[in-house]
């Protein structure tokens, strides 16, 4: 059941604080973001928004979480929460607007993923959860389209429940590959849940607890012979192999084929290619060789380019874990306040490090194509009119302007919901794997390379750029925040 206990303390004695001083209804924008493109790539692949605005459409305090609540004690002994703040949670309804990229929309550094217009308090609730659903999801789906782009094409089966982190973690590792480009998963409560395709072979321990390999492969054909994927690496690959064609031969002659066989372990370039000359020799070319074994996409990349004949991939650990990455590192910051008399005030966070200090405004995102695909994005604020000859400056480099094309352009922060309920239903995880596909393929090829990728140009609009290099002079001069 969502809860709106899925939070950090502080987001709590922060609303305490809120509703203490009358501030509580100021409506404010806040913005979740990220900092820099995880894997050392150019981009990342936006997910975990169905599961968001899930959590957001059922957003209440229930009885037994203000019971919790009332029992936190502070140093001194005293009720950590008003009880009047408690009164206040028990009837709040969420009222707040959430605009969003479209999950499988590709998106870079200090991009808003996610906008959170409305009353102040409420958008501070909403905080770690976003983050905590957002985060993780879209860590994944970038790292599964990098394994599926270096598999070129062939198929990549996540394999990753056993040392996923936790339950949870399993279950949306599985949907977040799925959206990346994995054509199936291991995981049956992911497929139950979700539809995706379920894949799986047996294990080592089928095989052991035969007196020998033979047996086990035509005692697992007789049980499964729509379902042949025999694992041949126990005792002897190459043995192993001969076994398989050899349970292959009887499938054939009762009228089913030899799925394949999977290599676990060893040299799996070599190892795939002895396979391929075997089970081609012996009368199945249309057999799969599926490779596992701590795969991800430099792995196969390099195992590409030995000439492995490997035609699927199982990957597992370094894919629902994120691998050499281990968060995305998103962020959730306050653009706006509304002032009592309508207008807007701009707000920013400052830091010692450049990349730290957020963007004021209410933000949106322009991007741009060609009849070669994306070439830029402009972070707007949408308070400002957009000028007609609009010019960027790039965020790393304030000295690098953009001048924006004539051409196709779409505004990518839609809405998802308003005054707190969703406006439309999440499309089918087909169609977002289908979009993340599109968008990647609109990418140049530079930007997707893993090594040393071309960065992707996404600045201010000048009359943003102005706006905050304003804030910051000013609460530079003060020496204050914005």
């Known amino acids: 059941m969502n809860t ?41 692949v936006a997910a975990g928004l169905a599961e968001a605005v899930d959590w957001i459409r059922d957003f209440q305090f229930r009885p037994a979480d203000l019971e919790y609540l009332a029992s936190l004690r502070a140093r001194n002994g005293d009720p950590l929460l008003p009880p009047g703040f408690l009164e206040y949670l028990r009837d709040l309804h969420l009222t707040v607007d959430v605009d969003a990229l479209p999950e499988g929309t590709l998106a870079f550094p200090h991009e808003p993923l996610v906008r959170v217009r409305g009353p102040q308090l409420q958008g501070q609730l909403l905080e770690s959860a976003l ?46 590959a799925f959206i990346g480009g994995c054509s199936g998963t291991s995981n049956v409560r992911a497929g139950q849940k979700f539809g995706i395709p379920l894949r799986g072979t047996h294990a080592h321990s089928w095989v052991m607890s035969f007196d020998t390999e033979r047996e086990a492969f035509q005692a697992y054909a007789e049980a499964l012979p729509h379902n042949s994927v025999f694992l ?31 290599l676990d372990s060893g040299d799996l370039a070599e190892l795939s290619r002895m396979a391929r000359r075997r089970l081609d020799e012996a009368g199945f070319p249309n057999a799969d060789i599926v490779a596992s074994n ?16 490997i035609s699927v991939w199982g990957v597992g650990t370094r894919l629902v874990t994120g691998g050499d ?74 000295t690098r302007l ?22 439309a239903a999440s499309p089918e995880l087909t169609e977002i794997q289908a979009r993340a596909r599109n968008q990647l393929n609109q990418l140049p090829a530079a930007m997707r390379r893993f090594l040393n990728p ?12 102005q706006t905050k290099l304003q804030l910051l002079t000013e609460a530079r001069r003060q020496g204050r925040p914005a």
């Open 232 to 262: 041949v690496d126990t005792y002897d690959t190459q043995q192993g192999v001969e076994e398989a064609i050899e349970a292959g031969r009887w499938l054939r002659a009762h009228g089913h084929e030899l799925a394949g066989i999977r």
């Open 454 to 465: 071309q960065p992707y140009f996404v600045g201010l609009v000048e009359p943003l750029h």
């Open 131 to 176: 983050l905590c659903l957002i985060n993780f999801q879209t860590l994944i789906a970038t790292k599964a389209a990098r394994i599926c782009q270096a598999a070129q094409g062939d198929p990549v089966i996540e394999f990753g429940l056993r040392r996923a982190q936790g339950p949870d973690g399993a279950v949306s590792a599985s949907r977040a």
């Open 325 to 398: 990455q281990a968060a995305l590192g998103g962020v959730y910051k306050l653009g706006a306040l509304r002032r009592s008399d309508g207008t807007w005030d701009y707000k920013l966070k400052l830091s010692e490090q450049p990349a730290k200090i957020s963007n004021p405004g209410v933000l949106q995102i322009r991007r741009y194509r060609d009849f070669r695909g994306f070439i830029g994005d402009l972070i707007f604020d949408e308070q400002t009119p957009f000028p007609t000859h609009a010019r960027g400056v790039d965020l790393h480099d304030p």
């Open 294 to 309: 701590d795969l991800d996409e430099h792995l196969i990349e390099n195992l590409k380019h030995q000439g492995a004949r």
């Open 4 to 44: 709106p206990l899925l939070t950090d303390l502080y987001q709590l004695t922060m609303a305490a604080a809120y509703w203490k001083s009358g501030r509580a209804e100021q409506e404010a924008v806040f913005h979740l973001s990220f900092r820099r493109a995880p894997f050392g790539g150019s981009y990342a």
């Open 402 to 423: 953009w001048t924006a094309p004539e051409g196709v352009h779409e505004d990518l922060l839609v809405p998802v919901i308003r005054a707190g309920r969703p406006v």
